[in-house]
Antibody, heavy 119, light 108 residues
């Protein structure tokens, strides 16, 4: 069974850092394009970052550029999101999501990890 | 960036109703339009990709249509498990992948 499990969320002060992790099972992360998508509870979805299967192509939303870094550890089959200089507006549920290559649809999704940025 | 606009933002419907949700892109996305369903406390799940292709395991009462800038998600006979929030997403001019703001389908 394909499964994604996120961890690493929590409460952090503005300006602080967090590192989110996503552990995959049932498939190899390095065979797929992987993404982080976030959602303010009760609100819409915002794509945050993407890493291609080869690792050669990395993209960030404007809101994440210069502050967030996506990476992966293939032997551990894990995806990461290093988040620095966190802002109150980064408060959201962060989902780890697999993406297809053909139609670029997202799925499956992890259950999400909650990041709260507050003083 | 391509902006995606859904309408309505919410709707009330009864079991057995036909429900239609529309999604408009700010520019041509061809047929690279996907629909997701999200239930409270759960992650989104793919319903339709490529504007009209039903994801495996999704009931045939769900259907999608459209191309270019205007798209529609239709539920032909609303079931109790269909009360949820629905999001459209363009996957044509990327990055960024952009989503509509969501349409919440509630019990009438």
């Amino acid at each position: 069974e394909v499964q994604l499990v996120e961890s690493g969320g929590g409460l952090v002060k503005p300006g602080g850092s967090l590192r989110l992790s996503c552990t995959a099972s049932g498939f190899s992360l390095s065979d797929y394009n992987m993404n982080w998508v976030r959602q303010v509870p009760g609100k819409g979805l915002e794509w945050v970052s993407s890493i291609s299967s080869s690792g050669s192509y990395i993209y960030y939303a404007d809101s994440a550029k210069g502050r967030f870094t996506i990476s992966r550890d293939s032997p551990k089959n894990s995806l990461f999101l290093q988040m620095n200089s966190l802002r109150v507006e980064d408060t959201a549920l962060y989902f780890c999501v697999r993406r297809t290559s053909v139609w670029n649809w997202f799925g499956p999704w992890g259950q999400g990890t909650l990041v709260t940025v507050s003083s | 960036d391509i902006q995606m606009t859904q309408s309505p933002s919410s709707l009330s419907a009864s079991i057995g109703d036909r429900v239609t949700i529309t999604c408009r892109a700010s520019e041509d996305v061809s047929n690279y339009l996907n629909w997701y369903q999200q239930k409270p406390g759960k992650a989104p799940e793919l319903l339709i990709y490529g504007a009209s292709s039903l994801q495996s395991g999704v009931p045939p009462r769900f259907s999608g249509s459209g191309s270019g800038t205007d798209f529609t998600l239709t539920i032909t006979s609303l079931q109790p498990e269909d009360f949820a929030t629905y999001f459209c997403q363009q996957s044509y001019k990327i990055p960024p992948w952009t989503f509509g703001q969501g349409t919440k389908v509630e019990v009438k």
